[in-house]
């Protein structure tokens, strides 16, 4: 079987699984979403941390119960790396310096999982396990929980409350999130990943020398860091490090599990608004969108552009033989259309364009299919925004879902839209005018350009895959990173938790004869060019700088 075969066999059959699980999956998120009992595990946390779970909030309460659990997760985090010396499995590790850990910390927090250091040469594994491992079931439920509480906003009416954020949390941990990753970590185990807590194993290789092997709870970790699209990962070079992903087939395994929650979310979406349509046209948005990244990153390392490329085949360099070219590239697309930032080859190796390619996929918002919750709110947010264009296209007041869309409802959209390129653009900027961190990229001209603008538009993007070449772990670095990660991640969920509120307090509007169908092809196609024009308006002019300027040089 030629590599091209097989590649396609790989996309087509995780296709194929995601369309069996889309339905199965999404009425399961659906019944937690909407569920009124609770579990004795569930009403014992609940008492814990005194709350009522018959209560609801309205979307100020809300918003700031999310803010108030991610300052608190921000300290923990923060102090247990700052005390991890002092701490049981440390495996003499030193405590983590202030400003990386002020950066790791926020990455966690935020879902982004950056991570400027090398895992297996700075922390402990109680920390990687009790800190690390744990941020990421909650931030991917943060992000989850705030996309419901939009939902419920389109599902509601005349009201002032969107749910309660910690039933939502509790639920989503529980009974979503720890099942899943149990079976996936399991038969990450099966399939050869390490779970222990060695500090290592020293061995004598085939040349007469001696290297230490790794060892850790890394298994466990492997399983949520792509299930919640956390990204991150036990050791530096990620999910090609065969403990953590050992064959081919887990390769398969770790894309669907990036792919699962957020494929699925969009059928609980059209459940709870009553129209499985709704739902069939946004995951046909993300589906379009998805299609076309993979097809022509495939494509673009794929053609083997270039001298060394065409003397081999492809662009092999930066890529993990275990899994080829192909592989490698949908692996690559996947995880920048979400929110994971897990890598299993370097993008700075890419052909030019299909870096820059990685680096489109962040830039449309992460969308297609998106984040574990971040991805349908934001796709909701750019549907806000089709329906107000399409609006004003025939002079009428834009509808979405029964509710009309004013002035009120696209500042809001507006606003969230408006957040991420500001970031990438500013803090790009700044960086390349500050000559202590023009020191840090390993290239120079276009190409040490886009690594600069892949590592602002990965923060900011809360997506945290980096580029490679650009040294990371400095002052600048830690705090300019950190600073578009905070605010990457909780502008955005303010503004979101506004619209559902203003969505909430209003009354139906029958369908007319004038109300744009949401759930037809049209609307499907004016959903995708929104989000193609409104990105390439945005960042084509940076684009250019990089791997544009690469590509055709």
Not at 116 to 143: I, K
Not at 462 to 479: E, V
Not at 498 to 512: D, I, M, N
Request: glycine share 12%; hydrophobic share 50%.
């Amino acid at each position: 079987m030629s590599a091209t075969t097989a590649g396609v066999l790989f996309v087509v059959s995780l296709v194929v699984v995601l369309a069996a699980a889309y339905r199965p999956a999404g009425d399961h998120l659906y019944r937690v979403f909407t569920g009124t009992r609770h579990s004795r595990v569930e009403r014992g946390v609940y008492r814990v941390i005194g709350v009522d779970p018959a209560a609801e909030q309205p979307w100020g309460i809300y918003a700031r119960s999310v803010l108030a659990f991610s300052a608190i997760s921000l300290l923990l985090l923060y102090a247990f790396l700052r005390l991890q010396g002092h701490l049981l499995l440390s495996l003499g590790f030193d405590d983590v310096p202030p400003e990386l850990s002020w950066n790791t910390a926020v990455s966690f927090m935020t879902n982004t999982n950056w991570q400027a250091y090398s895992g297996e040469s700075t922390l402990g594994h109680l920390v990687q396990m009790a800190g690390l491992a744990v941020q990421n079931f909650l931030s991917a439920a943060v992000g989850i929980a705030v996309c419901v509480a939009l939902v419920r906003g389109f599902a509601r009416s005349r009201t002032e409350h969107l749910g309660n954020f910690w039933v939502d949390l509790v639920r989503i941990c529980f009974r979503v999130l720890l099942p899943v990753a149990v079976v996936a970590a399991i038969v990450f185990v099966a399939a050869g990943a390490a779970q222990n807590f060695s500090s290592g194993q020293e061995i004598s290789t085939l040349t007469g020398g001696t290297q230490t092997i790794p060892g850790g709870p890394a298994a466990s970790q492997e399983a949520i860091k792509l299930l919640g699209t956390n990204g991150g990962g036990f050791w530096n070079v990620n999910s090609a490090h065969p403990l953590s992903n050992p064959t081919g087939w887990t390769n398969w395994i770790q894309i669907f599990l990036i792919l699962l929650i957020p494929v699925s979310l969009p059928r609980a979406f059209g459940r709870m608004v009553g129209s499985n349509k709704q739902g069939y046209a946004i995951l046909a948005a993300m589906g379009t969108i998805a299609i076309a990244s993979v097809a022509l990153l495939n494509l673009s390392n794929g053609l083997a552009l270039g001298t060394v490329p065409t003397a081999v085949g492809a662009a092999t360099e930066g890529t993990e033989t275990r899994f080829g070219v192909l592989q490698s590239a949908t692996f690559g697309a996947a995880t920048t259309l979400t929110s994971t930032g897990a890598v299993d080859s370097f993008h700075s190796s890419y052909t030019s364009f299909g870096g820059g390619l990685t680096m489109l996929n962040m830039m449309l918002g992460e969308i297609a299919p998106g984040g574990t919750g971040s991805g349908l709110y934001g796709m909701l947010v750019i549907a806000v925004i089709t329906v107000f264009v399409a609006g004003l296209m025939v002079g009428r007041t834009p509808e979405y879902l029964g509710k009309k869309i004013g002035s009120r409802e696209i500042k809001f959209a507006s606003l969230y839209l408006l957040t991420t390129p500001a970031l990438v653009l500013v803090g790009t900027a700044v960086a390349m005018a500050t000559p202590g961190a023009r020191d840090s990229m390993l290239s120079s001209g276009s190409h040490g350009f886009s690594e600069v603008l892949y590592a602002f538009t990965s923060a900011s993007n809360n997506n945290g895959s980096a580029f490679a070449g650009l040294s990371a772990n400095t002052g600048f670095y830690n705090t300019a990173l950190g600073i578009c990660m905070l605010l990457g991640r909780l502008l955005p969920i303010i503004f979101v938790l506004g619209l559902a509120g203003s969505l909430a307090r209003q009354r139906p509007v029958p369908e007319s004869a004038g109300t744009l169908k949401t759930y037809q092809p049209l609307f499907v196609g004016m959903l995708v060019g929104v989000v193609v024009i409104v990105v390439a308006l945005t960042f084509l002019p940076a684009l250019a700088l990089g791997p544009i300027a690469e590509g055709l040089s």
